[in-house]
């Protein structure tokens, strides 16, 4: 597989600095090195820089940074598009605000390839708010209702090309939801794999419905990695923690499941902050998982069909 790693140093979205040292804290845990190891054809493409910030008036007055993160949606719509050509391409972040622009590219890749389009969001939160909506003004917390097309956005963000169908959309590990999130996401449709259901049916049932859904449309899937996905206790470094998140065994079962899928054209790893780790411990891990995304197995295992 050729596999472009790029950079997306965006913290403007977050509600605490140091998420911009996500990147060099991929590069710092060996993630090139241990996907060439698998054997893979990997160019690291350096960091996204974003356009001058664009100034914006908007009634909600808590909102933090709407220039800044406009500018970086621009660049990584554009980086995202451009660099899907040949390659899978991995965006090590950065915030979660860094989605809005790496998803709407990708789903204008998909487009122009003729293939439906999904999103799978691993992520403690669901993401949903808009403009209007956000009462912290973190803009982390906004880039679903953006790429799908919700409301709110207009005259700020990009135009969206290409929305993402909310339907094509998987929530997974869900467990900490505003009122209003709860209400819009019911609402247009969203799928949501939240940490009840996986505790009452396991992990992979769910993510399972998913896929086979994606492989019968044979659409293409991108893969949004948040790191409160995962259970505080095995990664720390990140601003956002939930109590109850994935284990390592479900994340790594998760992450082979998705490789022997053959389904993903892409991924996002976000809210990695350096600052708040414990010698590295959660880079490694992610790291670690992303290499069992893209095919490190314990044991070689025989193709089964699950139909």
């Known amino acids: 597989m050729k596999i472009t790693l790029i950079g997306a140093p965006v913290q403007e979205g977050a509600g605490r600095l140091g998420c911009d040292m996500g990147p060099a804290a991929f590069r710092a845990a060996g993630l090139a090195g241990a996907l060439r190891d698998l054997g893979h054809d990997v160019t690291d493409a350096g960091n996204v820089s974003p356009p001058v910030p664009h100034t914006f008036d908007h009634p909600n007055k808590a909102l933090k940074n709407l220039g800044e993160t406009v500018a970086w949606t621009e660049a990584l719509a554009y980086a995202a598009f451009n660099e899907s050509k040949d ?17 709407a590219g990708m789903a204008k890749r998909a487009k122009a390839l003729g293939k439906p389009f999904y999103v799978l969001w691993l992520d403690a939160h ?9 009462t912290s003004g973190n803009l982390h917390g906004t880039p679903v209702a953006y790429f799908t097309g919700q409301p709110g956005f207009e005259g700020y963000f990009p135009t969206l090309e290409v929305p993402v169908k909310p339907e094509n959309m998987c929530m997974m590990g869900i467990r900490s939801v505003d009122p209003a999130e709860r209400r819009a ?13 996986i505790d009452e049916e396991g992990i992979v049932a769910p993510l399972r419905r998913f896929l086979k859904e994606i492989a019968d449309a ?10 409160d ?19 390592f065994r479900e994340a790594h079962l998760v992450m082979e499941i998705l490789h022997d899928s053959g389904l993903v054209s892409s991924l996002d790893l976000v809210e990695l902050n350096p600052f708040l780790d414990d010698r590295g411990r959660t880079a490694f891990l992610m790291t670690d998982l992303t290499t069992s995304l893209m095919g490190k197995q314990v044991m070689d295992r025989p193709t089964r069909s699950y139909a």
Do not use: C, Y
Not at 126 to 134: A, K, M, R, W
């Open 218 to 227: 044979g659409g293409m899937l991108h893969v949004s990695f948040d790191v």
């Open 185 to 197: 996401i019911r609402e247009a449709g969203i799928q949501v794999a939240d940490m009840r259901m």
């Open 229 to 247: 996905f995962l259970e505080p206790s095995i990664a720390p470094a990140v601003g956002t923690t939930v109590p109850g998140g994935a284990t």
């Open 87 to 103: 390659a899978v391409p991995v965006f090590m972040g950065g915030d979660h605000s860094l989605s809005a622009g790496t998803v």
């Open 126 to 134: 669901t993401d949903f708010h808009s403009l209007v909506t956000t």
